[in-house]
């Protein structure tokens, strides 16, 4: 090898860490006084020794260690190894990978001109504070109207304590992935996504029934519920996300659509293997809302009649075998 070698901390296949390498004799262990220190409770204070022979190779030694030293490939104890570029050794936990001065690199990746950074509309106050806001009087007024009896001020204040506690707990969570991860919390990010992510919960459904009411979409309604449900809940994994991994958004986007679209078939498993399980719930919608807001016609009774007409018959089938 070179006179200048390169000693490598591997962590799997990535580098965790690079020494260079000039003089030797050069020490590895754990104690301070070596040329390479290793954060490994299993290896030596002084583990290992690299030295040069008089026919200008350089030579790894074992120097006593408790644990020993291990060739990578092929897997064996060592006490002396003669190193090439690309000797890996393990000691402890670690791997260690030697390297030549003229060793290639990969070529550089071509990327997108740098742009000024400029901080995402999640990150700033006032689209916390507003989501946050919107997202209290929405679940607030959801409970008020959905309240038939009495005022119940004990529910109400409910409706605002719940939708807070639980976006502080998600965005918790997720902040303590971005910090072991990107080493930054982001709380305010992600508890703006976490924010805009249940008051569209909270919309959507309205909205969407209104838009079934309008155009006369009554069989399909739950199925664009359920549509709007995995969408929404994709943009908001995508987006914590964004905060937590380094991924490409392209990459991330098709292992997000990949994942929802198992999730939304595994949750309608039983619908489409015709498993029909037994609900108390009416399957019909009951929000009364004004006839000005019907777009479509209105079917004639005539209609509603003809399309019974085979149920009756199924009825009167029945009475007849009975």
């Avoid at 929802?260 to 929000?287: H, I, K, M, Q």
Wanted: net charge negative.
């Amino acid at each position: 090898m070179d006179e200048v070698i390169f000693l490598e901390v591997l962590e799997g296949d990535i580098v965790h860490a690079r020494h260079r390498l000039e003089r030797f004799p050069a020490s590895v262990g754990r104690a301070y006084t070596n040329d390479v220190i290793l954060d490994d409770p299993k290896v030596s204070a002084e583990h290992l020794r690299i030295e040069r022979r008089e026919d200008g190779a350089l030579v790894l030694r074992d120097v006593g260690s408790h644990n020993g030293t291990y060739r990578v490939e092929p897997w064996a104890p060592l006490a002396e190894l003669e190193l090439a570029p690309d000797t890996r050794v393990a000691v402890g936990d670690t791997v260690l990978r030697f390297r030549a001065r003229n060793h290639p690199v990969e070529d550089t990746v071509i990327g997108q001109a740098p742009t000024a950074p400029r901080a995402r509309v999640f990150e700033r106050p006032r689209t916390f504070s507003l989501a946050l806001l919107a997202l209290l009087c929405a679940s607030l007024l959801e409970e008020y109207l959905s309240n038939y009896g009495r005022t119940d001020w004990g529910e109400l204040m409910v409706a605002l304590v719940a939708p807070l506690g639980l976006i502080l707990l998600w965005a918790g969570g997720w902040s303590v992935a971005s910090r072991i991860a990107r080493r930054q919390f982001h709380y305010r990010a992600h508890a703006t996504i976490a924010t805009l992510v249940l008051l569209c919960g909270l919309v959507l459904p309205v909205l969407l029934t209104l838009v079934g009411f309008s155009l006369g979409v009554g069989s399909g309604l739950p199925l664009l519920h359920h549509a709007a449900f995995l969408g929404l809940m994709g943009w908001g994994l995508y987006w914590h996300l964004r905060y937590v991994t380094r991924w490409d958004p392209r990459r991330l986007v098709r292992v997000l659509t990949v994942v929802t679209l198992v999730f939304g078939v595994l949750s309608r498993a039983d619908d489409l293997l015709g498993n029909e399980s037994f609900s108390e719930a009416l399957d019909f919608p009951r929000t009364l809302l004004p006839p000005a807001f019907r777009v479509a016609g209105a079917r004639p009774v005539e209609d509603f009649f003809e399309d019974t007409s085979s149920l009756q018959e199924q009825v009167d089938a029945l009475a007849r075998e009975e």
